[in-house]
């Protein structure tokens, strides 16, 4: 049972290990920090942040997103610890355009949940209004015990306010080093899928094309691969701006109508790429009391890639939201008639004769009646996102498109970066026969986990545990090649570590077509020098960006974003070669490394809660259908299909063919 907190109530904890989930109407930045038994903070190393994600017992986002998730380990704390404080901030302006109070936005809901994900404690955080920053919510220990609080307590002066009433002396610097680890990007924030039209028109509604992290776009994450990490939108300047041009000076920048009081035109006067985006296709006109027949990209967007993305996101959250209003008319039907038959028991007049079974059967035929109601409301939207499904799929450019789609037959290596990655699909169980496609955006913003340690999927099929590990091994090289196949020649390299080679087999299409960076890392030997280089590279980008000097990196860098595929860990992998995992799955995106893990987790668990943090922090995938994937909007369990290729299907080795001609011809 869920204890709903108000300010100053307090909540028992019977679990140590706990999760803070977070979610507000707008991007915020999460801060822990630790005090002492007079809520005191001694130092800036009392306080989990942006910049500084893990403490003992502690670990924060790195993001400023409107969801979070914070790690709580209460047995990790010292015995000087006896608060933890959960702290919310409106990201500074100079971490990108929002909202300046939290009385300008939703309120925020702070939740205390246990490792199982259920709620044992929530909080709505009501009453701010000129406050950019509010304890949330904090974890005190009295008397052995640990108990938690609903605070509340809200500051006008932000952060820097905040942390200096709790008692910290660098509580300024420190406030300046979170807001400038936000502006920085070191805590990116994930964009939100593409906004709804009120009335489910896309095609009509005017809407701004989505923006990237450096732009400002942020939104929720725990999504599932349909909630990916990282959104990018057009370069400034683009066409994807949307905001007014600044007028520039000069002779013939002056505009009239700022002296008669008409509008002014912020127009560059010699540019000429401001022109709004060509209009969507648009559909026949439908007959008379039948919907509209859909049409491939009548999605809001710039170009046709970017309004098939927005469409398969909107086919996404259509089909969350009409799930959920039949799960919830089948729940009200059922409660109604379990009230409806408890009523009747407990009349003594209906124990006996016909007239109790008549009442239970009429219960349950209103019951019936309205299933049968939702279900039709249900069957119907399903027909409509058939019907669009049916036109978008064929329509889709390779990086969104299966494996078995014709347009990988006309492949050709890409002259620039598409907007997103198609890494399998998605379905829930009331509708079977649709498959929406999970994009991830480019650049990759976290690394990706190839779970080899399921034993069996959602369709009640066995697969032992070495069929799975190379199932699992083949679906992490078709993600590669989807990988290399998007990017354009030169600008992506893939390194493996496969320290035993039994991923030999799997990793063949790699190999023998010969789009590797180097043959398969084996042996101690090989692990050391290839995380030993890539952990160099990524000191190396973080100096030079550190120093404001990004082009002053060694003659012959690779520019190019790498990606490591790491199989059967941790088998073959010392102490050292851990801690730089973990260093690469934490730095390396930001820097252009990326990690795809290929493992069991249940076979790590000898280094305890040390890899905890690792797992988080990648995205995990399963060679089979499972169902571990929530939705942003209404939390359903998609069940996750992994992007296999076709059997005896020759497009993989057709496809990493022509990379490999293009990387050769680029290195020359």
């Known amino acids: 049972m869920t204890a709903e907190l108000v300010r100053g109530q307090n909540h028992p904890l019977s679990q140590s290990r706990l999760e803070i989930r977070v979610s507000a109407g707008t991007p915020v930045v999460a801060v822990a920090a630790l005090g002492d038994e007079n809520g005191r903070i001694h130092g800036v190393e009392w306080?989990?942040?942006?910049?500084?994600?893990?403490?003992?017992?502690?670990?924060?986002?790195?993001q400023a997103a409107a969801d979070h998730r914070l790690a709580v380990d209460l047995d990790a704390m010292t015995d000087a610890v006896h608060r933890v404080s959960v702290l919310l901030a409106l990201p500074a302006p100079g971490g990108g355009p929002g909202p300046a109070r939290f009385g300008a936005v939703a309120?925020?809901?702070?939740?205390?949940?246990?490792?199982?994900?259920?709620?044992?404690?929530?909080?709505?955080?009501?009453?701010?209004?000129?406050?950019?920053?509010?304890?949330?919510?904090?974890?005190?220990?009295?008397?052995?015990?640990?108990?938690?609080?609903?605070?509340?307590?809200?500051?006008?002066?932000?952060?820097?306010?905040?942390?200096?009433?709790?008692?910290?002396?660098?509580?300024?610097?420190?406030?300046?080093t979170i807001d400038e680890a936000v502006a920085r990007g070191l805590a990116r924030s994930v964009q939100a899928p593409p906004p709804r039209p009120a009335d489910g028109d896309r095609?009509?509604?005017?809407?701004?094309?989505a923006l990237g992290p450096d732009q400002g776009g942020t939104a929720p994450q725990g999504a599932p691969g349909p909630v990916p990490p990282s959104y990018g939108g057009q370069p400034a300047g683009g066409p994807g701006q949307t905001g007014p041009q600044p007028a520039y000076g000069g002779a013939g920048a002056a505009d009239p109508s700022a002296t008669t009081g008409g509008p002014i035109n912020y127009s560059h006067p010699g540019r000429q790429n401001s022109a709004p985006p060509p209009p969507p296709p648009t559909a026949p006109p439908a007959q008379p009391g039948q919907p509209a027949q859909p049409v491939a990209g009548d999605a809001t967007g710039w170009s046709m890639e970017e309004r098939l993305y927005n469409q398969v996101w909107g086919?996404?959250?259509?089909?969350?939201?009409?799930?959920?209003?039949?799960?919830?008319?089948?729940?009200?039907?059922?409660s109604r008639m379990d009230k409806e038959l408890e009523q009747t028991l407990s009349d003594p007049r209906s124990r006996i004769g016909g007239q109790g079974d008549a009442a239970r059967e009429a219960a349950r035929a209103r019951y019936t009646h309205l299933v049968d109601q939702a279900r039709a409301v249900l069957d119907r939207d399903l027909v409509q996102l058939v019907a669009e499904a049916d036109v978008v799929e064929p329509a889709l450019p390779p990086a969104f498109a299966r494996w078995d789609n014709p347009a990988w037959h006309a492949y050709r290596v890409p002259m620039e970066i598409p907007m997103a990655l198609r890494l399998g699909d998605l379905r829930l169980p009331e509708a079977d026969r649709i498959r929406i496609p999970m994009l991830l955006r480019l650049p990759l913003e976290r690394g990706l986990w190839i779970d080899s340690g399921r034993a069996d999927s959602v369709d009640g099929s066995f697969t032992d545990s070495h069929d799975m590990r190379r199932l699992a091994m083949e679906t992490a090289v078709a993600h590669a090649a989807r990988l290399l196949a998007v990017y354009p020649a030169g600008e992506f390299t893939v390194h493996v570590i496969d320290p035993a080679g039994s991923g030999a087999q799997p990793l063949a299409p790699l190999t023998q077509t010969g789009v590797l960076a180097a043959p398969p890392a084996q042996g101690a030997a090989g692990v050391t020098d290839v995380l030993g280089r890539l952990t160099q590279r990524v000191d190396l980008v973080q100096m030079a960006l550190r120093g404001g000097a990004p082009d002053a990196l060694p003659p012959g860098f690779d520019t190019s974003q790498q990606l490591l595929i790491v199989n059967d860990f941790p088998h073959g992998f010392d102490d050292r070669a851990v801690n730089q995992l973990r260093y690469l799955a934490d730095e390396g995106p930001a820097v252009g490394v990326h990690l795809m893990m290929v493992a069991d987790r249940e076979e790590s668990a000898g280094y305890g809660p040390l890899l905890d943090p690792l797992w988080r922090s990648l995205l995990r995938l399963t060679p089979v259908p499972d169902d571990h994937l929530a939705d942003p909007w209404v939390g359903h369990a998609w069940t996750y299909e992994p992007p296999l290729v076709p059997p005896d299907s020759q497009v993989l080795h057709q496809v990493l063919t022509q990379v490999a001609a293009a990387r050769r011809s680029w290195n020359r």
């Open 203 to 209: 095609s009509r509604q005017p809407a701004a094309p």
């Open 107 to 176: 309120a925020p809901f702070v939740a205390v949940t246990g490792l199982d994900g259920g709620e044992i404690a929530s909080y709505t955080i009501t009453g701010l209004e000129a406050e950019s920053a509010v304890v949330a919510l904090e974890l005190y220990r009295r008397q052995g015990a640990w108990k938690v609080r609903a605070v509340g307590q809200g500051y006008a002066g932000g952060l820097a306010e905040l942390l200096t009433d709790q008692g910290l002396p660098e509580a300024v610097p420190l406030a300046g």
């Open 47 to 62: 306080v989990a942040h942006p910049g500084a994600p893990t403490q003992p017992g502690l670990e924060v986002s790195r």
């Open 315 to 334: 086919m996404f959250e259509d089909l969350a939201r009409t799930t959920a209003a039949y799960r919830s008319a089948v729940d009200f039907a059922e």
